[in-house]
């Protein structure tokens, strides 16, 4: 077994004061440095900023024109290209196999979108499929009319599907 694999070897003092020899400059600039850890990030403008879903602030409003400016709307955990749960990547396969476009808003983006939604739909989950204007439901209830062949007849109604 390696020196620096033995239990005793790890912790001991003869190791550390061999690493503060090897790194002499970092040895100096952390005794330098009395007082709590800095992190890297510590000014406001340099944290990472997210753009918020609605500019205006009423959630209810934008989620209401994305449902009327597009015929097929996923509100999801993740991208069309990267969904980040399973129920929301059914849900897009589910379209996918259907041949249609759609539109995907991530609700993990914003977390005002993520409870907007479900209160906007009175649906307490996502995925959340809204086609012409028409919620539809979850990621079972797309299933069970995409199996069925429902699904299909809603997507010519909404005039994407031939």
Known sequence: ?????????????GLARSARSCFPAAA???AARPGPARTLCSDSDFMPQRKKFAADGNVKDQIQKEIEANPVVVFMK???SAPMCGFSKQVVEVLKTQGVPF???NVLADPDVREG???FSNWP???????GGEFIGGCDITVELHQSGELAEELRKAGVKD
């Open 103 to 105: 539109k995907g808003i």
């Open 125 to 131: 989950t996502v995925p959340q499929l809204y086609i």
């Open 78 to 80: 993740g991208v069309p």
């Open 1 to 13: 077994m390696p020196r620096w694999a033995r239990p005793s070897a790890r912790f001991s003092p």
């Open 28 to 30: 100096r600039l952390a």
């Open 117 to 119: 939604v479900k209160e």
